[in-house]
């Protein structure tokens, strides 16, 4: 198997882009990371994406966004993950590469989620749960998390207030990202005053329905330097990807509270790159309810269980903390397009090991960790970069 690097990233901004349509976010994304890398073609197109079926009732996507950008003759083809859609588009584009199918292969991540009314979002987000016995029964997805956060305020005593430290973070950091949805910054104030959405969870606990794409040009390690010369920044190695499943459903787990195939896919990162936790410079990770921060801090080793919580600081995890996290807003404050998290994800870490992240830079940044969610812990996908 070849190792396999980054040379190029590109992204669109997040938000409610109701002026464009998915294809156009789709050619932002592709034609920045395609220019950052100085390529005019790939041998293939992989393109996370959850909802655009059911929202866009638009399929054979990842075809109409590689004819979109000029890209013809080649493979192309969407990944579904649920909200885990663009770690496991990456996934698959790096083991094209390292297999030797594929020279250079773009990943990308894309989804338009404004277009439609809440109540068919909503609808559409849910299609992440069992649909059997989950969403049949009336559970939205921000319900699913509000019963884990609930259970686990109960279980371990957590205050209602606890979480806050992590949305004010990424709010922190978001407001120095330019293609962040939210560029402000929030107080404990306002978290506290923020609108309830499904007990425990309010709208500071949340991140944002919303638009955007994100893509990155990969190609094997021992060709980098045939696309890099000149003035072109660099690489990043792709280090580790390891991906782990758990039930759909959260009832059906032996511990709701414990997010056991983010512990699967870390460990496994971690083995295949020959690091420990303590070795991490930063940790990109699935924020998408403050809750989900605290458990995957957790499942990766960064806390035990039940004090995850406690890190919602900034001595923990700030951009000089100990383990910054969500360094460019994350999912609460850059937002949260599902199916092209979590190439987000990566464009961002690849922006810090590039040491191209301006005012969010983690200073000597040489390991960072991405870690992407499908569901409510159901599909998890753990990749680590190297400078």
């Known amino acids: 198997m070849r190792s396999v690097s980054i040379i190029g990233v590109g992204q669109s901004p997040v938000g409610e882009l109701w002026d464009r349509s998915a294809r156009e976010i789709a050619y932002t994304a592709v034609s920045a990371a395609m220019s950052d890398a100085g390529i005019e073609t790939a041998d293939a197109l992989f393109v996370g994406n959850m909802l655009s079926g059911s929202l866009l ?12 950008c000029g890209l013809y003759g080649i493979e192309a083809a969407k990944v579904e993950a649920a909200c885990a859609s663009g770690a496991a588009a990456l996934r698959f584009g790096v ?22 009314v809440g109540k068919d979002t909503t609808a559409g987000l849910a ?14 997805f921000v319900g699913l998390n509000a019963l884990v956060m609930q259970r686990y305020m109960h279980e371990y005593d957590v205050p209602i207030d606890a979480f806050a430290g992590f949305s004010i973070n990424a709010h922190r950091n978001g407001a120095n990202n330019p293609y962040a949805m939210f560029q402000s910054p929030i107080s404990l104030k306002s978290y506290v005053n923020a609108p309830v959405i499904a007990t425990p969870i309010n709208m500071m606990d949340s991140s944002p329905v919303c638009d955007g794409a994100a ?70 990770l699935h924020d998408a309810f403050t809750i989900m921060s605290a458990l995957s801090l957790e499942a990766t080793g960064f806390a035990k269980r039940g004090e995850g919580w406690r890190m919602a600081h900034p001595e923990a995890i700030g951009i000089n903390g100990e383990l910054p996290i969500s360094t460019m807003g994350g999912l609460k404050s850059r937002g949260h397009p599902v199916g092209a998290t979590g190439v987000y994800q ?26 992407n969610i499908g569901g409510s812990g159901a599909t998890i996908i753990t990749h680590i970069l190297a400078a």
Not at 106 to 116: A, N, Q, R, Y
Not at 127 to 135: G, L, M, V
Not at 217 to 235: I, K, M, N, Y
């Open 57 to 68: 009732d638009q399929e054979h996507l990842a075809t109409l966004v590689a004819g979109y």
């Open 95 to 116: 083991m094209a590469v390292a297999s030797g199918f594929h020279d250079v292969v773009i990943v990308l991540g894309l989804e338009k989620m404004t277009d439609t």
């Open 127 to 140: 299609t992440a749960s069992d649909a059997e016995y989950e969403a049949l029964h009336g559970v939205s």
């Open 215 to 284: 893509a990155v040009v990969l190609v094997p390690t021992e060709r980098v330097r045939q696309f890099t010369t000149g003035h072109h920044w660099g690489s990043v190695r792709v280090l580790a990807g390891a991906s782990a499943n758990d039930t759909l459903a959260v009832h059906d787990r032996r511990d709701p509270l414990f997010l056991q195939a983010a512990q699967i896919s870390a460990e496994k990162a971690y083995a295949q790159a020959g690091i420990r936790p303590q070795d991490v410079d930063f940790f990109e």
């Open 346 to 371: 990566i464009v961002e870490a690849v922006l810090q090991l590039s040491e191209r992240a301006g005012a969010n830079q983690v200073r000597n940044a040489r390991l960072g960790m991405t870690q």
